[in-house]
C-alpha cells in the first residue's frame, strides 16, 4: 500500500479506502452470484430430467394408461389393506386422492398426443377394468356394475376428450405459429432438408390413404346426408332398445327396473357417439354445428316410430318450446368441440403425412416455405459508410477516447438516417450498413453525413486525427427482410462502392444513379466488380 501511495503522491489511507471500495462489493456480488447460478442450474437439471422421463413414459398412451392404471389399482389396494389392519379407515366419500392422481396424469396423457383416438380406446379399457374388477370381487357381474362401468368410461371419454382438444388446438396453432416464427437461417436449414429428402424419395408419386374414405364424405353434400341418416340411426337404436324393453316386459315398473336404466345409459352413450362421429366428419365448425342440427332432426323423427312409449306424441313433445334451449344448448356445444376436433385430426394428419415423407405434403411445406423466406422481398437503397484510415486515428490515443468518439460518431450516422426516413441495419466495425425505400432520401442522409462531420471534428472528436468517411450506395432487391439475411449482394456491392469511394466522397452504382437523373455525377473510369461507378459531385448538403 505505502509504495502504491508513493508512486502516485497519494495518501496510503486514501488507497487502502480505494482498494476497499473496488474489491468488497465485488467479492460479496461473486457469492451471491455462484449461489444463484447452482440454484439456477441445479433447478434447469431437474426440469430437464422430468421433462424427459414424462416424454419417454408417455410415449406409447395407452401403455401409459394401462401402467399407470394398474399401479393405482395396486397402491389403492395396499391403501386399502393397511387401513383395514390399523382401523385407520378413510370415511372419506368419493374418488380417493390416488384414483384422482392416476386421472390427472392420464388427462395430461391425451393433451399431450391431442388424438381423440386414445382416450376412446382408454375409456373402453377402463370399463373393461371396472367389470373385471367386481368379477374378482363378488364373482358376478351385477347391472349395477355393468351401468357403472359404461357410465364411468363415458365419463371418462368425456373428460378425456376435453383434454384432448385442448391439447390438440394448442399443438395446431403451434405449428400454425411455427412456420412464422422461424428466424431466416431456421427456414433455410429447413428447405434444403425438405430437398434432401424429396431428392431420396425419388421420382414424385402420390400415396395412397385410407383416409380418402373420410375425405370422400366431406365432400359435396355428402356430409349432410350423412348427419341425417346418422341422427336418424342414433334415433331408431333407442326407441328399438327402449321402446322393444318396454313391449317384452309391459309389466315392469320404469323407474325402478335396473336393466331398463343400463338400456338407457347404453342408448345415450350411442345416441353421443354418433352426434361426435357425424360433427368430427364434416369437418370444421361451421359444418359441425349445421350437422348436429341435422343430426337432432333424424333423432327426433325416429322418435315418432310407434314402439312403446314412442309415438307421434313422444315426438310431438321433443320440440316442445322449453326443450329447445337446452338442446340448442348441447347442440352447439357438441358442435363446437367436433368442429375443433376436426381442424386438430387434419393437422396432426398433416404432421403424420410430413414424418412419413409424403411427396404432396412436403412440397407443399417447401412451397409455403419459400414463400415465407420471400415475404418481404422488396426493392432496398443500401448505404455503407466507413472512417477512411481508422487504424492510424487510433495509434498512440486513449482506448476509452477511441471508443467514445466511435461511439459518437455511429450515433451521428444514426441521426442522419432517422432524419431522412431510413434505419441503421449495421453498425459493426468503424463503419454502418444504412437502408432506406427511397433513392434520393438515401443520397440525401449520406450528404448529412458528410456535412456534419466537420462540426463533428470540431464539437464532438476527442481524437488528434479528424474523422474522415467514404460513402457507397447501391440498390437491388433483397429475397426477405434484409436484416434477416446473413448475406445479401445488395449490402456486398455497396460495401465495394464505399471501399473505392474517395475520402469525404460518395460513390454510386449505375443501378442508383438511374434513379436520381437529376443529381449532378461523374463516372469514373474503372468500374467496381464489374458495374459502371459514378461519383457525386456535390457530397455535402448546400454544396
Known amino acids: 500500500m505505502a509504495e502504491l501511495a508513493e508512486t502516485y503522491g497519494l495518501e496510503e489511507d486514501f488507497v487502502i479506502q480505494v482498494i476497499d471500495a473496488m474489491s468488497g462489493p465485488q467479492r460479496s456480488a461473486r457469492h451471491s452470484d455462484l449461489v444463484w447460478k447452482a440454484l439456477l442450474k441445479g433447478g434447469q437439471q431437474f426440469f430437464d430430467a422430468a421433462k424427459n422421463l414424462w416424454l419417454n413414459s408417455t410415449a406409447n398412451p395407452i401403455g401409459f ?68 374388477g367386481a368379477l374378482l370381487r363378488t364373482g358376478r357381474i351385477s347391472v349395477f356394475d355393468v351401468g357403472f362401468a359404461v357410465s364411468s368410461g363415458l365419463l371418462y371419454f368425456v373428460f378425456g376428450a376435453l383434454m384432448t382438444l385442448m391439447g ?26 425438405i430437398k434432401e429428402r424429396l431428392k431420396k424419395l425419388g421420382p414424385l408419386r402420390a400415396h395412397q390413404s385410407d383416409r380418402r374414405r373420410f375425405d370422400a364424405l366431406k365432400s359435396g353434400s355428402r356430409w349432410i346426408l350423412l348427419a341425417l341418416c346418422g341422427g336418424a340411426l342414433a334415433g331408431l337404436f333407442r326407441v328399438l332398445v327402449l321402446g322393444g324393453y318396454q313391449v317384452a316386459f309391459p309389466g315392469s315398473d320404469l323407474t325402478r327396473d335396473p336393466v331398463y ?95 412419413s415423407d409424403d411427396p404432396a405434403t412436403l412440397v407443399a411445406e417447401l412451397v409455403l416455405i419459400e414463400k415465407h423466406l420471400n415475404r418481404d422481398a422488396s426493392a432496398n437503397f443500401v448505404l455503407c459508410l466507413d ?24 450515433r451521428l450516422w444514426s441521426e442522419s438516417a432517422e432524419a431522412n426516413g431510413g434505419s441503421v441495419l449495421s453498425t459493426a466495425g468503424d463503419g454502418a450498413i444504412l437502408t432506406f425505400s427511397d433513392a434520393y432520401d438515401a443520397l440525401r442522409a449520406a450528404k448529412d453525413a458528410q456535412t456534419r462531420l466537420g462540426w463533428f471534428n470540431m464539437r464532438v472528436n476527442r481524437l488528434e486525427a479528424p474523422f474522415r468517411v467514404r460513402a457507397g450506395l447501391h440498390t437491388g432487391e433483397a429475397q426477405g427482410a434484409l436484416g434477416e439475411v446473413q448475406y445479401n449482394d445488395v449490402i456486398d456491392i455497396a460495401a465495394h462502392f464505399q471501399e473505392h469511394a474517395p475520402v469525404g466522397g460518395i460513390l454510386v452504382s449505375e443501378t442508383f444513379a438511374r434513379l436520381v437523373s437529376e443529381e449532378p455525377l461523374t463516372e469514373l473510369k474503372d468500374p467496381v466488380d464489374g458495374l459502371k461507378a459514378f461519383l457525386v459531385v456535390n457530397p455535402t448538403l448546400g454544396a
Open 65 to 132: 394408461v394401462v401402467a399407470t392404471g394398474l399401479a393405482g389399482y395396486l397402491l389403492q389396494t395396499a391403501v386399502n389393506l393397511f387401513q383395514a389392519m390399523t382401523g385407520a379407515h378413510d370415511q372419506a366419500d368419493g374418488p380417493s386422492a390416488i384414483v384422482w392422481a392416476v386421472l390427472g396424469l392420464h388427462l395430461a396423457c391425451f393433451a399431450r398426443h391431442g388424438r381423440m383416438r386414445f382416450p376412446a380406446m382408454s375409456s373402453g379399457i377402463m370399463a373393461g377394468a371396472l367389470l373385471a
Open 168 to 193: 390438440g388446438y394448442i399443438a395446431a396453432g403451434r405449428q400454425a405459429r411455427n412456420l412464422s416464427g422461424l428466424s431466416r437461417q431456421e427456414a433455410l436449414d429447413r428447405r434444403f432438408a
Open 261 to 355: 336404466a343400463l338400456l338407457r345409459i347404453i342408448a345415450a352413450g350411442a345416441t353421443v357417439l354418433a352426434f361426435l362421429f357425424v360433427g368430427f366428419i364434416a369437418g370444421g365448425v361451421r359444418r359441425s354445428l349445421a350437422s348436429q342440427v341435422l343430426a337432432f332432426l333424424g333423432f327426433a323423427a325416429a322418435g315418432f316410430f310407434p314402439l312403446g312409449i314412442f309415438g307421434f306424441q313422444f315426438g310431438v313433445r321433443q320440440f316442445a318450446p322449453e326443450q329447445l334451449p337446452s338442446y340448442g344448448m348441447l347442440l352447439a356445444m357438441s358442435g363446437i368441440l367436433t368442429g375443433i376436433g376436426s381442424h386438430i385430426e387434419e393437422s396432426a394428419r398433416l404432421q403424420r403425412r410430413r414424418d
Open 387 to 410: 472512417v477512411a484510415r481508422s487504424t492510424a486515428m487510433k495509434a498512440g490515443q486513449d482506448p476509452l477516447e477511441v471508443e467514445w468518439s466511435f461511439r459518437e460518431l455511429q
